[in-house]
Structure formats: structure tokens, C-alpha cells
Antibody, heavy 116, light 108 residues
Framework: EVQLVESGGGLVKPGGSLWLSCEVA????????MNWVRQAPGRGLEWVSS????????YYADLVKGRFTVSRDNAKNTLYLRMSSLRVEDTAVYYC?????????WGQGTLVAVSS | DIQMTQSPSTLSAFVGDTVTITCRAS??????LAWYQQKPGKAPKLLMY???SLESGVPSRFSGSGSGPEFTLTISSLQPDDFATYYC??????????FGQGTKVELK
């Protein structure tokens, strides 16, 4: 059974930092490009970052470039997102999404709330 | 980066109607286009991939078409379970993903 379990979300003050993790089971993690996608309350889906299976290719949305860092540990089947200099507008549910060819697997999301 | 413009933002329809949602890319793209359905509080559900391929288990009343810059999702004979928000997604391992802005399909 495929499982993607995000963790690490919570309440943080503006300017603070947070680590998100996504533990994966049920598919060949190292083959999959992994993505972070977020959704602010009442808003649409927004792609945040992606990392190729080997970790060689990494992309970020302009809104998070320089503040967020994506990484992965293929030995632990885990994806990470280091978020720093957080802003109120980063408040969202963060989903991890695995993609290989036309296969997509989504987690259930973790809520990050940035507020003073 | 490629931008995806999705329309309409809201669509009102009756059960049994046929509805069409459009996504237009800012430049010609390959067929790496997916359609998702999302209901409140839930993760998105994949409906179509590679523009016109139906995901396993998705009813055949959903269909996708298009190429180059313009793609469409059609729902034939709208059912009560279909009232939701729909997103297109341009996905490509060699470039950033881009979502459309979403289309809320609501009961008229």
C-alpha cells in the first residue's frame, strides 16, 4: 500500500523556521521526483518545489526561492522541506507528491500556520 | 516559466449537464497535462493524465483533450458527486510544475 505521511507542521511566528518531513512507503522512492505543493486557506494549489530521484535536479517557486530548501534521503525514503524566514503568506497545507511518468502519489498534507 | 490560465473560475450547472473547463498554456507544451478534482478538506484526486488518459477508476463521463497550448476537461452528464473544484497541472520532470487557478463547479 502506498503511503506518504507528512509531519512537522505547526504554528510558527513570522521570521521563524520549520522542517517538514514526508515519509514514503509502497513505491520505489528513489525513482520518483518528489514535489511539495501547498494550498493556502480558501485558495488554489500552488507548486512549491521539486527534487529529482537522485537529488541532482532541484527547482523552487519564485516565492520561496532563497528561503526554502528541499532535500531527500533515499535510504530513509524521506523527503524534507526546510522553511526559513517564514511569512504570514506561507500559511497553507503542505502536501508532498511523488511523480514518476504518469504516476502521482499524494500525502494528506500538514498544516503550517505563520502568525504572531 | 510556463503559466497555465484556467477558465472559467466558477461554473454553475445542473445535474445532467455537460460542462467544459479549459486550460491554456503561455507557450506550446507537450501533453504533460493532468486534471485533478478536489473536495473541501481533501487531497486532490487525479482524473486525467497525459492530457487525455483516464486514471484507473475514474468514471468515463470525464474526458480530456487538447494539445499545444490549449487543453480541455469535459464532464458529461454531471453527477451530484462531481460538484467540486478542478485544477489543471502542467507537469514535466525537466521544469517546474504549474497549476491552473482552479474551477469551482457548483450546483445551479
Amino acid at each position: 500500500e502506498v503511503q506518504l505521511v507528512e509531519s512537522g507542521g505547526g504554528l510558527v511566528k513570522p521570521g521563524g523556521s520549520l522542517w517538514l518531513s514526508c515519509e514514503v512507503a509502497g513505491f520505489s522512492f528513489s525513482k520518483y521526483t518528489m514535489n511539495w505543493v501547498r494550498q493556502a486557506p480558501g485558495r488554489g494549489l500552488e507548486w512549491v518545489s521539486s527534487i529529482s530521484g537522485s537529488g541532482r535536479y532541484i527547482y523552487y517557486a519564485d516565492l520561496v526561492k532563497g528561503r526554502f530548501t528541499v532535500s531527500r534521503d533515499n535510504a530513509k525514503n524521506t523527503l524534507y522541506l526546510r522553511m526559513s524566514s517564514l511569512r504570514v503568506e506561507d500559511t497553507a497545507v503542505y502536501y508532498c507528491v511523488g511523480n514518476w511518468n504518469d504516476l502521482f502519489y499524494w500525502g494528506q498534507g500538514t498544516l503550517v500556520a505563520v502568525s504572531s | 516559466d510556463i503559466q497555465m490560465t484556467q477558465s472559467p473560475s466558477t461554473l454553475s450547472a445542473f445535474v445532467g449537464d455537460t460542462v467544459t473547463i479549459t486550460c491554456r498554456a503561455s507557450q506550446s507544451i507537450s501533453g504533460w497535462l493532468a486534471w485533478y478534482q478536489q473536495k473541501p478538506g481533501k487531497a486532490p484526486k487525479l482524473l486525467m493524465y497525459k492530457s487525455s488518459s483516464l486514471e484507473s477508476g475514474v468514471p468515463s463521463r470525464f474526458s480530456g483533450s487538447g494539445s499545444g497550448p490549449e487543453f480541455t476537461l469535459t464532464i458529461s452528464s454531471l453527477q451530484p458527486d462531481d460538484f467540486a473544484t478542478y485544477y489543471c497541472l502542467h507537469y514535466d520532470v525537466r521544469s517546474p510544475w504549474t497549476f491552473g487557478q482552479g474551477t469551482k463547479v457548483e450546483l445551479k
